[in-house]
């Protein structure tokens, strides 16, 4: 049996606030970058599991057009280093849509928790025409992110 996927509509939301001014290209990239466990076998065969708990950390990339509302948005979430410990951690999810070509759709959701602007963004100058520096990308990195599907 041939199965087929088909995606569109995802959904990015910060803070309870859909993100809307997206760029081209990859707009948007959750990242897990750690494991989730770590294993050693020993002598005999004998083998220890252990739980990374920075296995449910993330790193989530956004590529938004410059100067625009969720710029600014953003832009104002960067922690300082004046009153960091006041800093207030952000919330997100990103939802995945997923049909089945039969008319059927699942979401697969990522529910993120803790989350904190990493850096700031970089941004482009170029007198060639490169539409990169209307782009901004910012990483938000979150302490935990939970997958859900549906």
Do not use: H
Not at 49 to 71: C, H, K, P, Q, Y
Not at 97 to 114: A, E, F, K
């Amino acid at each position: 049996m041939t199965n087929f996927v088909l995606t569109g509509a995802d959904t990015i939301i910060i803070n309870d606030i859909p993100v809307r001014d997206f760029a081209d290209g990859d707009i948007g990239t959750l990242d897990l970058p750690n494991n989730i466990f770590a294993g050693q076998t020993g002598k005999n065969g004998n083998t220890i599991f252990a739980l990374d708990e920075s296995g449910n950390n993330a790193t989530l990339t956004m590529r938004i057009l410059l100067s625009s509302g969720d710029d600014k948005r953003f832009n104002g979430m960067i922690p300082t280093s004046d009153g960091f410990a006041s800093t207030v951690l952000a919330t997100g999810s990103v939802v995945k849509q997923v049909g089945d070509g039969q008319g059927n759709i699942s979401y697969n959701t990522y529910l993120l928790n803790g989350g904190m602007i990493q850096k700031k963004p970089n941004i482009t100058t170029n007198v060639n025409g490169d539409t990169s520096q209307g782009v901004c990308e910012y990483t938000f990195y979150f302490a935990s992110a939970e997958r859900a599907i549906s």
